[in-house]
């Protein structure tokens, strides 16, 4: 992986936009998008990333996964687009490596299924809004960290995770990702789910008073999933909570922007994983099962 | 004989425009709406739905108007009880007061400014279209009973009854009012909060069965609470519910608090999983979901601040 890699970025939403137009500074990349809208206004105004960055990136990209070649294909997709999207890339970028950037847990099985890439599993913390098409601001500058998966070693995500660093964002290569990705599931079921149901932002509210107890509750309900799972945690959920609260920022989780646009949420790759992990191994979560239950209801009343 | 409606919202206009209709009964509304007051003084207090009715009364948002009173029956929403019978508690100094509020609690807090005191609970509903006018949703029983504490005499009880009975609204005196109250605030406590939080009708929250086993998992703990009260419920609030859930009954009911949400005011769930985690706490019985419950619900307040 170096300046000659050539990188495809698979689905350019919020952080497929932020990988893209950061990589494109130190490599060839390419942007595999759904809408031919989407191609075409990459193709004529490049990547805009404003906030933390700023500049504008020149892209490729193409509705046509035939027409982009790539080394290292970023899946960068929501986990609702996940299935679709694995589908269209069957059969295209062979000997190419393939990284998932999923919230939740089993994206790297859904895209196992379409291929026999190699496969690199990543998680990422970063966040930032998309305003249009072809414009992304940088908000949240915390890390993407990155483990091997099928065919890959801890050389391989250190190689992506050093590219990533090169081109201005922040990354970290780990032996197993399970640990780091099983803390972000807790973290994510629970902050997402209060969020979206209670409109509030990732703020002060979650990790204090009454609400700040339900928040302590639910990620004990989370580690003992993980406990079960014979996952030890990277990072403790609640400390990580409480972390991001004091960052003097109140993050919008997406799951709360996903509910205030009456949009699907990802809820089913992360509260519903949770859920279903616990419950192969009988270890009761009857709050996330109750968070769980209610957001799907949420996306149930937009109709 | 004389009663005043204190708080004269939807379920407080249902009693007070069906007692209007009463030769024997002389009706008073006391609101804080200047508007509705208005509508009621000048237009009369209209109902229609599930019954159209026209009643003629006097409405004031000056307690000091209020003549003296046989019966007071309080419908504020649970957070303003303090408020409202401090002000016109004097118009009650030789009458009886009921509650026919939400929550657990409303009795204790009559009890600081009046001495005959009525527990009462009514499943009526209803929600207030414009001014003066308010729909009639749901009909339903109302059972009232003298409040341990300070008791209203039974007679008393009865006559009122007796009242909302002959007017339209059927209501039975009970020696303890425990049982409907509970069944009521578990049922509230079970559904209320869930339609603020997911936005659904009581119908749909019932039809989704991962919603309906949260529901079962909040009455279960309410159910809890009041048995080791020594309460016997009159009938399972999980009966209830379903009944509620029926297409000609409630389907499309949305529940006060989600149009509470909906509207951006403050909800009475301090009363409800609030009230139950209380006792919950105090009986040392666990009420975890209805904790979470409670927290998710403050959590939506606290986020129009």
């Known amino acids: 992986m170096d300046a000659s890699t050539s990188i495809c970025v698979a689905g350019a939403g919020t952080i497929g936009s932020l990988l893209a137009g950061h990589l494109a500074r130190v490599a060839d990349v390419s942007v595999l998008t759904r809408r031919e809208e989407h191609a075409r206004a990459l193709e004529e105004h490049g990547l805009r990333v404003s906030g933390r960055s700023d500049f504008v990136a020149h892209v490729r990209a193409s509705t046509d996964p035939g027409a982009l070649e790539a080394d290292l294909v970023l899946v960068a997709c929501k986990g609702n687009d996940l299935e679709p999207l694995a589908r269209r890339i069957a059969g295209h970028f062979a000997g190419a490596t393939v990284m998932t950037v999923q919230n939740g847990l089993g994206a790297e099985e859904v895209v196992a299924a379409y291929g026999d890439w190699p496969l690199l599993s990543a998680v990422t913390f970063m966040s930032g809004t998309r305003h249009d098409d072809a414009h992304v601001e940088y908000i949240l500058d915390t890390a993407t960290w990155i483990g091997p998966h099928r065919g890959t070693t801890v050389q391989d995500a250190g190689r992506v995770a050093s590219l990533i660093v090169s081109s201005g964002l922040k990354a970290e290569a780990f032996d197993d990702l399970r640990p780091a990705q099983w803390s972000k599931l807790v973290f994510n079921a629970t902050v997402n789910g209060v969020a979206a149901l209670t409109g509030l932002p990732h703020d002060f509210h979650f990790a204090e008073g009454e609400l700040g107890a339900l928040v302590h509750a639910l990620v004990d309900e989370g580690r003992a999933a993980a406990a079960a799972a014979g996952i030890e945690l990277h990072d403790d959920p609640w400390e990580m909570n409480v972390l991001a609260t004091r960052r003097g920022f109140a993050h919008r989780p997406s799951m709360l922007e996903d509910v205030e646009a009456r949009r699907p949420t990802e809820v089913e790759l992360i509260g519903g994983s949770l859920v279903r992990e616990a419950s192969k191994r009988s270890v009761p979560v009857p709050l996330q099962t109750a968070l769980y239950a209610l957001v799907k209801a949420k996306e149930a009343s937009y109709s | ?305």
């Open chain 2, 1 to 305: 004989m004389r009663i005043c409606i204190v708080g004269c919202g939807a379920v407080g206009s249902l009693f007070a425009a069906n007692l209007a209709g009463l030769d024997d009964v002389d009706v008073w509304a006391y609101d804080a709406s200047r508007e509705h007051v208005a509508a009621i003084n000048a237009h009369g207090l209209r109902l229609s739905g599930a019954g159209d009715v026209l009643g003629r009364l006097r409405a004031t948002t000056d307690a000091s108007e209020l003549p003296a009173c046989d019966f007071g029956i309080v419908a504020t929403k649970a957070m303003h009880t303090e408020a409202a019978i401090r002000a016109t508690a004097l118009a009650f100094a030789d009458g009886c007061v009921a509650t026919v509020q939400n929550g657990l609690g409303n009795e204790e807090t009559l009890a600081r400014h009046v001495d005959r005191i009525i527990r009462g609970t009514t499943f009526p509903a209803g929600r207030i279209v414009e001014p003066g006018h308010v729909q009639w949703d749901v009909k339903g029983d109302t059972a009232l009973g003298p409040f341990e504490e300070k008791p209203a005499p039974f007679a008393e009880v009865e006559r009122l009854a007796d009242a909302c009975t002959r007017a339209g609204m059927p209501t039975e005196a009970v020696r303890d009012a425990r049982g409907p109250q509970w069944r009521k605030v578990v049922f509230n406590a079970a559904t209320n909060p869930i339609g603020a939080l997911t936005g659904l009708t009581h119908g749909r929250v019932c039809e989704r069965p991962d919603l309906r086993a949260l529901v079962t998992g909040l009455v279960d703990e309410g159910k809890a609470v009041a048995a080791a009260q020594g309460i016997e419920l009159d009938s399972d609030p999980e009966e209830l519910i379903d009944h509620a859930a029926k297409p000609e009954v409630a389907y499309d009911h949305k529940a006060s608090m989600l149009q509470d949400v909906e509207a951006r005011r403050a909800t009475e769930i301090d009363y409800l999983n609030g009230g139950i985690v209380g006792f919950g706490v105090e009986l040392g019985v666990p009420t975890p979901l209805n904790r979470a419950i409670w927290a998710l619900v403050k959590g939506v307040e606290q986020s129009w601040q």
